[in-house]
């Protein structure tokens, strides 16, 4: 069984000076879907299991900064579970009732047939997962009852600042005066491949999410029927997991740009790859082609939408990069 308290802590405490690259836990995905479709996806970037049961969500809602009134107080959830190395925990919250309507609305199909581990299935009891878009979330580790000892892993938006009643995050400041994009409401959110550590100040400046996080929106059109975005989720392509020396030697080189991209995207310094390849999200070659030589290569993917993986290899290298087509 889950076990869900109130967490009565600031998230002053625990936060340590610096986190090293490939070393712990981050959330790799963030799904703010129509009502409710909400997921998080925990990366491990280490080559080592671990054990979930050491690490927490905890959801500040609505700017709220600590969880010590009744108004702003949020549930603490623990995670379950071990996660493999160089894998992927996605947790969606428990809403499975399909005749249930408004705040009991069921999770659709296609996210629950992804979920790894359900969470927060009584509102009145936790909290932790009914997160909207103007919700900052940290995933804690450490001992859920043990107070104050807990240690800030990773951090999602800013603590204390609510961007909008009715929306989100966005990547203009003031978030609400339509200067920006927002993104974090009604899309989900996917951990650029660079990152290899979670970001532990929950009180930045500026949280613009497109500094860390691609941004994909939350539904899709699939053969004249709306469907939700998340192919992409049970798997994260990260910096962190190489296959050998010659890998990370290459992966540092090659680039793919623009990205996000609305289709045309040009893949640079491959000279020393033969062969080019494009996945989708379901394992799927969508395109594929030698290489003669060519320092770039320009691939046109503008009738297709989605997560795909660019995939380079020859002479026993390999590296992946992954592109959002918008």
Not at 77 to 87: I, M
Not at 93 to 109: F, M, Y
Not at 306 to 312: I, Q, T
Request: charged letters at 15%; a negative charge.
């Amino acid at each position: 069984m889950k076990r869900t308290l109130l967490f009565l802590g600031t998230v002053f405490m625990g936060v340590s000076a610096s986190a090293q690259d490939c070393s712990d836990l981050f959330i790799s995905e963030y799904v703010e879907g129509v009502s409710n479709n909400k997921a998080l996806e925990i990366y491990n970037p280490t080559d080592q299991p671990i054990d979930l049961s050491q690490y927490f969500v905890a959801r500040y809602s609505n700017g709220s900064t600590s969880h010590t009134s009744a108004q702003t107080a949020s549930i603490a959830v623990e995670l379950v579970g071990t996660l493999a190395p160089y894998s992927t925990h996605v947790a969606v919250i428990d809403k499975r009732d399909s005749t249930g309507t408004g705040q009991e609305a069921p999770v659709w199909d296609e996210l629950q047939a992804v979920a790894d581990e359900f969470y927060s299935p009584v509102y009145d009891q936790s909290y932790a997962f009914y997160f909207n878009g103007n919700d900052a979330l940290i995933l804690y580790k450490g001992n859920i009852s043990d107070i104050g000892n807990q240690q800030v892993i990773d951090v999602f938006g800013k603590v204390g600042e609510n961007p909008g009643p009715d929306s989100g995050w966005s990547t203009g400041f003031p978030y609400n005066d339509g200067s920006g994009v927002i993104v974090s409401q009604d899309h989900s959110l996917i951990r650029k491949a660079s990152i290899m550590t979670g970001q532990i100040n929950p009180f930045p400046s500026f949280f613009d999410p497109l500094l860390e996080w691609d941004s994909i929106p939350a539904l899709i059109e699939v053969q004249g029927n709306t469907t939700g975005n998340w192919a992409s989720l049970g798997s994260h392509s990260c910096d962190c997991a190489q296959g050998s020396v010659n890998e990370i030697a290459n992966v540092v080189n090659v680039t793919v740009a623009p990205n996000p991209s609305n289709g045309s995207f040009t893949v640079g310094n491959i000279i020393s790859f033969t062969n080019v390849q494009v996945i989708n999200s379901l394992g799927q070659e969508v395109y594929a082609v030698k290489n003669n030589g060519q320092t770039s290569l320009t691939i046109d993917l503008s009738e297709r939408r989605g997560v795909y993986f660019v995939k380079l290899s020859g002479e026993g290298d390999a590296v992946t990069r992954r592109v959002i087509i918008k």
